[in-house]
């Protein structure tokens, strides 16, 4: 049970990160986002939003011990909460009547940044995950 | 031998051209900040020193263009109307040929704009867009006389082959030229340049209405009186008869007005006052109750704050006015980004400017405030414009009529209820051709014409005049006297009763005003019918054409092939004929507090969001469908995507909790890591190390 709720979350990160993903590729270079894209973009994001909290407090205790994750897991596991906070913070500030149009601007560029560094350390994550279970099984 | 009035401008006029240049040195300026003191001697259309004594009129040409280069003066902005060579630019309020016996209002340029007709394509000479349109603008230059006589000629030429084309041996009249008799209708600079409140406006077009063109400076100026009517020639009279030249109209200057050195004091500005502006460029709104009252309506939150027009609209002596739009180019090769509103409040500079930018492209022009737009996303810079937001008259559920000076005459004194043609309606939120949401004015053409090529081509709105007299029989108002017919007492009385009947209308009860309505909404149909019907035969028989039509609000009217005096709507893909022709406002612009989302994002992105959800119901002569339109459907916005936009927004804010808690546990979660790697490096010091 507690092997499928881990794999379940899991399946679940890597599809929400892989949407989002596809989604911004259209704000790449000088492209911006707009209409559908953004639209599924933002409605994609709410999931993140929801289900990575869920993740990290559900994975935390197997990635803080050294016994239960290999090395890459905890690397991939650390860079996605701290690349999620990052990427989450920076729109939430942009929500708030906080931040001026220049710094909205500054904002969402480092959303950008700290969203594909995301894709990356989901990638560190799941190759670590089947590494421990390659192991485990051998 | 007294020579005709136009014949003498053109020696002065070709000398000026030669001789002078937009920064002409051989002239003599005081070149100081200081108000030059204008003691002139002023000169008649026939460069002749003026004295107290004579009889011509004041020539802004020969007087004004002594000093000023008025070549390059005439070419500006906002006389260039009629140059074919002349910038197009951004599209602006169109020349609306409007006449209420005929229902028409017709949208005219010769700037090659959407939706607008050229004049020449239907017939009307450039002296009658002068004499239509001459006292609503400050001068018009036309274009070089051989020049124009060829265009004249090709008109004629053209309307003749289109009506051969379609119709066989069409006889046309040549297009109307008075220019022989009425003289040059030149640019008067006093107009803008004499002090507030010392140019009558009214005098002026009363003088073009008469036809008096050359005279109209000297009247506007109140230099003296004006006798005679040029409107009393005819067309095919002798200029040079000498009948005919005592027929002509003659000044007799005011004496006060000439020092003793025989010059005049023409009290002038260099910077044109908000009151003359004020004379072209007025705008009401309408409201249910007519036109709203102007005590309730603030200022242009910039004139509130002390500026003038001028402070933005601003020209060189080539008089080419800033328009103020994002993206103008000033044909002087001025940077003259930073006198728009997105310039002037947030600057120009590139992304990837240093602080050595240039000036002329930073923000904070004359002490504009930089609007920080706190948390609105930068995305609404990309899809709207400053005034969409800022800009126009509040919007409401719809877009209402509004009145310009430039198609209904403001500024003349007239019995005015808010319901003349043209009708214009405000605020559209449109897009222009930067993809931009703009808000607009637009109107519906109603006009007269004929089907050729599957388009509706108009007629001469004169011509249909003439030639529908009899058939429609309209005195003054189509609208009124057709299709609004006043009920005959008897009918009253079946409908309200003997006694209710003799009551004024004021008196009646809601429910017996709408039998009225109703009573007269379907006898004005009727009449409309078989009217329209019979001016369509009329013109079909007198001009050959092979199927006359009426367009009004967006619908094609022609005879109907089973019946007589009757109609059928046509379907033709004529967009130009059968659309809204719209073009961008600005102005008034309102306080940031007024601005849509102010209040933040769902005063937009909700199901009734005005910017989307107000709607424009076709208005002109008649009302057309009576299907209101949406913004979002003149936007091309899918109305599925909008829908599921607004639910997005609709939990906005509750989701900024789910958020800022979802933040919170990944930060305690960070937190905890960083806690645990700590106490793992103080428990392991030589692994830490050695790792």
Redesign the interface.
């Known amino acids: 049970m507690f092997r499928i709720l881990n794999a379940l979350l899991l399946i679940a990160l890597v599809l929400i990160v892989a949407v989002l993903a596809i989604t911004a590729v259209p704000a790449l270079g000088d492209g ?5 894209m ?2 599924a973009h ?2 994609v994001s ?1 999931a993140l ?2 289900l ?2 869920v993740f ?2 559900w994975s ?1 205790v197997r ?2 011990d050294p016994g239960r994750s290999t090395r890459l897991a905890r690397w991939g596991f ?1 860079t996605v ?2 690349t ?2 990052a990427t ?2 920076t ?2 500030v ?8 220049d710094a ?2 500054a904002m ?1 560029h480092w959303h950008g940044l700290a969203g594909w560094t995301m894709l990356p350390a989901t990638a560190l994550l799941v190759l670590g995950s089947f590494k421990k279970r390659g192991a485990a099984r051998s | 031998m007294i020579t005709t009035a136009r014949g003498l401008l053109s020696l002065p006029l070709a000398l000026l051209a030669g001789l002078s240049t937009a920064a002409d040195v051989s002239r003599h300026y005081s070149h100081s900040d200081a108000r030059y003191v204008h003691h002139i001697d002023l000169y008649d259309i026939d460069n002749r020193k003026i004295t107290a004594e004579s009889t011509r009129p004041y020539s802004p040409l020969n007087t004004c263009g002594r000093c000023h280069d008025y070549e390059t003066i005439a070419h500006g902005w906002h006389f260039n109307a009629f140059l074919p060579e002349s910038e197009a630019g951004r599209r602006g309020e169109p020349w609306i040929w409007t006449d209420p016996r005929t229902a028409t209002q017709l949208p005219l340029s010769y700037r090659p704009w959407d939706h607008t007709y050229d004049p020449q394509q239907v017939g009307l000479s450039r002296w009658q867009m002068a004499h239509h349109f001459g006292g609503r603008v400050p001068g018009i230059t036309l274009p070089a006389a051989e020049q124009a006589e060829a265009e004249d000629e090709q008109a004629e030429d053209g309307q003749q082959a289109e009506q051969e084309d379609s119709a066989g041996d069409a006889e046309t009249e040549p297009p109307v030229d008075r220019w022989k008799f009425s003289g040059d209708l030149q640019v008067d600079c006093m107009i803008c340049h004499a002090v507030s409140g010392a140019y009558d406006f009214n005098q002026r077009r009363e003088q073009i209405e008469d036809e008096n063109f050359a005279w109209a400076p000297t009247a506007g100026l109140r230099l003296g009186s004006i006798d005679g009517s040029v409107s009393r020639i005819k067309d095919d009279a002798d200029p040079e008869d000498e009948s005919v030249q005592e027929k002509m109209p003659t000044v007799q200057y005011d004496a006060r007005r000439f020092g003793p050195d025989g010059t005049v004091f023409m009290d002038l500005v260099r910077k044109p006052s908000n009151n003359a502006c004020y004379q072209c460029h007025s705008t009401r709104t309408v409201g249910d109750d007519g036109i709203e009252q102007r005590w309730i309506h603030d200022q242009d939150v910039h004139l509130r704050a002390g500026m003038q027009c001028v402070d933005c609209h601003r020209n060189g002596i080539d008089h080419h006015i800033v328009r103020g739009f994002e993206g103008e180019e000033n044909p002087s090769g001025q940077a003259v980004s930073t006198l728009s509103c997105q310039g002037c409040h947030l600057g120009d500079e590139p992304a990837d400017a240093d602080e050595l930018v240039a000036f002329d492209v930073r923000a904070g022009r004359m002490g504009a405030p930089l609007p920080l737009h706190r948390g609105l996303p930068p995305i609404h810079f990309e899809k709207l414009s400053c005034t969409a937001c800022h800009g126009g008259p509040a919007p409401r559920g719809e877009a209402l009529r509004v009145m310009t000076s430039l198609a209904h005459g403001l500024g003349a004194a007239e019995h005015r209820s808010g319901k003349e043609l043209p009708a214009i309606l405000a605020p559209i939120y449109t897009k222009l051709d930067d993809g931009k949401i703009h808000p607009h004015k637009g109107m519906w053409p109603a006009f007269w014409g004929h089907v050729q090529d599957g388009r509706v081509q108009p007629l001469n709105p004169e011509t249909v005049h003439s030639l529908t007299r009899r058939s429609l029989r309209v005195r003054k108002d189509f609208v009124q006297e057709i299709l609004q017919p006043k009920p005959k007492s008897s009918k009253l009385k079946e409908l309200l009763g003997e006694e209710r009947a003799k009551l004024d209308e004021q008196e009646w009860t809601e429910e017996e005003a709408a039998k009225v309505a109703a009573h007269v909404e379907t006898e004005g149909l009727a009449e409309f019918e078989e009217k329209v019907a019979g001016a369509l035969e009329t013109l079909e028989e007198e001009l050959d054409l092979e199927q006359a039509v009426y367009v009004a609000s967006g619908i094609i009217y022609a005879r109907s092939e089973d019946e007589e005096d009757a109609l059928q709507q046509l379907s033709l893909e004529d967009p130009q004929a059968t659309e809204v022709a719209t073009w961008p406002m600005a102005h008034n612009v309102r306080p940031a507090g007024w601005s849509l989302g102010a209040k933040g994002c769902v005063e937009c992105h909700r199901d009734d969001g005005l910017v989307f959800a107000s709607t424009i119901t076709a208005d002109g002569p008649l009302r057309g469908d009576d299907q209101p339109i949406a913004m979002a459907d003149l936007q091309g916005i899918d109305a599925d995507q909008r829908l599921a936009w607004n639910q997005l927004f609709g939990g906005r804010s509750s989701f900024k909790y789910v958020v800022g808690g979802s933040l919170g546990i990944l930060l305690a979660i960070l937190l905890i890591g960083l806690g645990a790697l700590a106490a793992g490096r103080s428990s392991h010091p030589s692994t830490s190390q050695t790792a």
């Open positions: 911006h986002l707009g209409g559908q953004l639209m933002m409605a709410g939003v929801l990575l909290p990290a407090v935390l990635y803080l650390w909460v701290l999620g906070v989450i913070g729109v939430f942009c929500m708030l009547p906080v931040l001026g149009t909205m601007h969402i």
